[in-house]
């Protein structure tokens, strides 16, 4: 018999912005809480295993960040390309 763990609901359902540059910096905020937890996971395991920090800090460094930036691309690129459109190049210059 397969057990499943389910998480329970801690927080509300996040706001979605219409708004490209909104939406991207959710993105990334998001992205920055999905690594703290694994973060968080790999140092569980490795302390039930005697795995040291720098070989979490490795994982973290060589797979995680890739792992959630091959996840994200896509979107990633749409918003940025949204944002792109929603502030012409003309009004980027005069900043």
Do not use: F, W
Request: with cysteine; charged share 35%.
């Amino acid at each position: 018999m397969d057990t499943h763990l389910v998480r329970p609901a801690t927080d509300a359902p996040p706001k979605v912005s219409h708004e490209p540059q909104e939406r991207l910096e959710q993105l990334h905020a998001d992205m920055r809480d999905a690594k703290a937890e694994l973060r968080e996971v790999l140092e569980r395991l490795a302390a039930r295993h005697g795995i040291s920090q720098k070989d979490i800090s490795y994982a973290m460094d060589g797979y995680a960040d890739n792992l959630l930036s091959d996840l994200v691309y896509g979107v990633e690129r749409d918003l940025e390309h949204e944002c792109e459109e929603a502030d012409p190049p003309s009004l980027r210059r005069r900043r």
